[in-house]
């Protein structure tokens, strides 16, 4: 079983950035997809980002986040990374890192993502 960990999470203030990373252990051939989901309080959780782990060229991003965050892979490290930039208040929530033995897309829903990790806090906030 695929096991995710993920760091980097905190507070930062508006229009400031962060860096997630997320570490694959036990990794799964069968995994096909990599990413990160959101869930801020009282909300569902929501899809942010994923890459095709086989063709990192081929990456998702949810409409609020295009031209800000960035997700990345490092195979020889089994990790994902979200680089967020102009982080705005909206983006205040617990950020998990997903992966799935299908690609995950926008469209994707939680209830569809095979592991989670544990999840991380991120808070913008002045």
């Known amino acids: 079983q695929v096991q995710l960990v993920e760091s980097g999470g905190g507070l930062v203030q508006p229009g400031g950035s962060l860096r997630l990373s997320c570490a694959a252990s036990?990794?799964?051939?069968?995994?096909?997809?990599m990413g990160w989901f959101r869930q801020a309080p009282a909300k569902e959780r929501e899809f942010v980002a994923a890459?095709?782990?086989?063709?990192?060229?081929?990456?998702y991003y949810a409409d609020s986040v295009k031209g800000r965050f960035t997700i990345s892979r490092d195979g020889a490290k089994n990790t994902v990374n979200l680089q967020m930039n102009s982080l705005k208040p909206e983006d205040t929530a617990t950020y998990y890192c997903?992966?799935?033995?299908?690609?995950?897309?926008?469209?994707?829903?939680?209830?569809?993502?095979?592991?989670w990790g544990q999840g991380t806090q991120v808070f913008v906030s002045s």
């Open positions: 997903a992966a799935d033995a299908v690609v995950m897309k926008e469209t994707t829903r939680s209830t569809e993502v095979d592991y």
């Open positions: 036990r990794y799964s051939f069968s995994t096909t997809s």
């Open positions: 890459i095709d782990w086989w063709n990192n060229h081929l990456t």
